[in-house]
């Protein structure tokens, strides 16, 4: 079974700011949802753990896992290029879901993000079978990955994030 966990709130998060690969670290809040989430996990033994190399997602996994966690840059968040810090307005959205089709503006191109994110997806589903793995990343992430293990439906909505902060979802039969 599959754990996708998000990482608790940032100060960019709080403010609605636009954060792709800059190192921004956990408030207080995500501190405090990274405890209660690992209550929450407490009963699971986890096989293995793959998590983002960013910060942030580090705070989140070293809460909640205690054991050798694998850091993956394949799952870090998407490089959000000049959209970086910005207000997520729903202008600025546009623009930025927009600009990852080509890669304009110093983004990273959305299908370059996918397969990275696939690539780790599929290592998983094959290297780990009925084995409880966590995986520790971010919104655009979880988008992928939660396409990915529920059988990559062709109406996939990649608009939307599957979990919210400090969350968790969980897939069975990978």
Not at 16 to 30: A, H
Not at 90 to 95: H, I, K, N
Request: with cysteine; glycine share 10%.
């Amino acid at each position: 079974m599959v754990y996708l966990v998000r990482h608790g709130e940032t100060d960019w998060n709080l403010f609605k700011r636009c954060n792709g690969v800059t190192d921004t670290f956990l408030n207080k809040t995500g501190f405090k949802q990274a405890r209660v989430l690992a209550e929450r996990l407490s009963g699971v033994q986890f096989d293995a753990c793959y998590c983002s190399t960013q910060t942030r997602a580090r705070q989140f996994c070293e809460i909640i896992y205690k054991g050798d966690a694998i850091f993956d840059g394949r799952l870090a968040e998407i490089d959000c290029g000049e959209f970086e810090g910005r207000e997520e307005t729903p202008q600025m959205m546009a623009g930025f879901w927009q600009a990852i089709r080509t890669g304009a503006l110093g983004t990273e191109r959305f299908d370059v993000f996918m397969a990275r994110n696939l690539e780790v997806c599929e290592e998983i589903s094959k290297s780990c079978g009925e084995k409880n793995v966590l995986m520790v990343t971010h919104a655009a992430n979880a988008r992928v990955i939660d396409y990915f293990f529920s059988g990559k439906p062709a109406d996939h909505d990649f608009t939307k994030t599957p979990i919210g902060k400090g969350e968790f979802k969980q897939y069975e039969g990978i």
